[in-house]
């Protein structure tokens, strides 16, 4: 399983970012995908998740900011940031759970203020 997510960045208070995460190694179809974040000093977070059948949920401090979606043709999963804090500064990781959790390698965000 391999997990490769981009579009992380430096971008202002109230911004916008879509970070990406190609996924390789499993059928992506049918796997529920998940982005998590972690801040410095803090743990890992959940942030978005969809379903294979595309239902999603969110964490309380992203609602109405964020939106999770896939591609199953490009087995790929998006999370849209609108509206970015500071407290939204964090590495962003993508996840699928297949046994375990496997990780792509992490890609950072930062907020300025």
């Known amino acids: 399983v391999q997990l490769q997510a981009s579009g992380g960045g430096l971008v202002q208070a109230g911004g916008s970012l879509r970070l990406s995460c190609a996924a390789s190694?499993?059928?992506?179809?049918?796997?529920?995908m998940k982005w998590y974040r972690q801040a410095p000093g803090n743990q890992r977070e959940l942030v978005a998740a969809i379903t294979s059948g595309g239902s999603t949920n969110y964490a309380d401090s992203v609602k109405g900011r964020f939106t999770i979606s896939r591609d199953n043709a490009k087995n790929t999963v998006y999370l849209q940031m609108n509206s970015l804090k500071p407290e939204d500064t964090a590495v962003y990781y993508c996840?699928?759970?297949?046994?375990?959790?496997?990780w792509g390698q992490g890609t950072l965000v930062t907020v300025s203020s």
């Open positions: 996840n699928v759970h297949l046994g375990w959790d496997h």
């Open positions: 190694g499993i059928i992506f179809s049918i796997n529920a």
